[in-house]
């Protein structure tokens, strides 16, 4: 479906756009910059997810092991 999209997109913006980088320029295809833009969003986005699941699993680690002393305390106990 994405692949479908993308193609529509690319024959409907064939248009040369110049491009300001800080230090360079270029002249590329329209849907060549939204193509280079979508994966560079979707690249930052897995990222900023991949540290929030690694502290989520890190958390998750530590419950675990927090649940499982108090269960044997308790079983001590009993």
Do not use: D
Not at 6 to 32: D, E, H, R, W, Y
Request: charged share 10%.
């Amino acid at each position: 479906m994405l692949l479908l999209v993308a193609f529509v997109v690319g024959t409907q913006n064939p248009n040369l756009v110049q491009v300001n980088f800080i230090v360079a320029s270029a002249k590329m295809p329209l849907a060549t910059l939204l193509s280079i833009c979508l994966f560079t969003g979707i690249l930052v986005g897995l990222l900023f997810n991949l540290t929030t699941l690694v502290r989520l699993k890190q958390k998750n680690r530590q419950l675990h092991k927090a649940n499982n002393l108090l269960l044997t305390k308790n079983q001590s106990q009993s």
